[in-house]
């Protein structure tokens, strides 16, 4: 975004507007230094449920995080909105994620551990996420794939964002890849892509088992799994757990459509 910030020391103050860097930091072993959450940072749960919670990603309360008077704020450009960390930046250093791959997500712990003087702890992690990475094995040859992240209007994965690039992973090819980062569709649309699976999240729509029948009605032939939306989505240090959980979504997805 090319903004750029000086810390004179590490910072002891810190809020994050991002429910998985929220993690990170905390993982990082920051949870003294880490002083104002959002409501959506639920990870983990014995240290946020004692942080003072500034509003949302995407409405954020500007009186509190002036009373907590942080000396550093972490945001994501994707999950926060331009005109609050504008708001922000005029009083306060902001240092901004902006991922889409995995390598991205890399980057940005690696960052992280060096804005919080935590790099031995971040390269710990990077090496545990980079090994179970290493590890997963793709289904050959690729499932077309729709993931459903919205209901009341559907809502899928498009192109240009870590989910995307995760299904990739897998060896699950979008079959809404052309389209933008998160478009509506219709049940048309659906049947005419015609995916071989259909992943429903779990976040950010509580997709649950009560609705694979509505679109098993939609697209009869397809496999339909509700999955972990934070273990495609949340882009700290939760990928050191993604591997496993993806490597069981590829082989049960393998068997229901061999």
């Known amino acids: 975004m090319g903004h750029q910030i000086t810390l004179l020391q590490p910072p002891q103050r810190i809020v994050s507007l991002v429910p998985s860097q929220t993690e990170l930091l905390l993982d990082l072993g920051l949870a003294g230094r880490v002083v104002g959450v959002t409501k959506f940072c639920i990870h983990p ?4 449920k ?18 907590l008077q942080p000396d550093l704020i972490i945001g994501n450009k994707e999950e926060n ?11 306060y250093k902001i240092w901004m994620s902006d991922i889409y791959t995995l ?5 940005m712990l690696r960052q992280v551990g060096q804005l919080t003087g935590t790099e031995a702890r971040a390269t710990e992690l990077e090496q545990s996420i980079n090994s179970g990475f290493e590890k997963l094995q793709p289904v050959q040859p690729g499932i077309k794939t729709a993931y459903f992240i919205w209901r009341k209007p559907y809502m899928v994965v498009g192109s240009h964002n870590i989910i995307d690039h995760l299904l990739g992973r897998c060896g699950f090819e979008n079959v809404f890849a052309d389209l933008e980062r998160y478009p509506e569709i219709t049940p048309a649309q659906l049947q005419q892509a015609n995916p071989q699976l259909i992943l429903l999240s779990s ?18 032939q397809a496999s339909i799994k509700v999955v972990d939306g934070e273990l495609f989505s949340w882009y700290g240090s939760r990928l050191a757990q993604a591997p496993p959980y993806l490597q069981q979504v590829v ?8």
Do not use: M, W
């Open 50 to 67: 004692y942080k003072t919670v500034v509003g949302g990603t995407k409405n954020f309360k500007f009186d509190v995080i002036d009373q």
């Open 203 to 220: 976040e950010p729509y509580p997709f649950k088992e009560k609705h694979v029948a509505e679109f098993q009605e939609l697209c009869p």
């Open 103 to 107: 390598e991205d997500a890399l980057d």
């Open 251 to 258: 082989e049960e997805a393998r068997k229901s459509l061999s």
């Open 45 to 48: 749960k014995e240290q946020v």
């Open 81 to 91: 909105y331009k005109e609050g960390i504008e708001q922000l930046q005029a009083k």
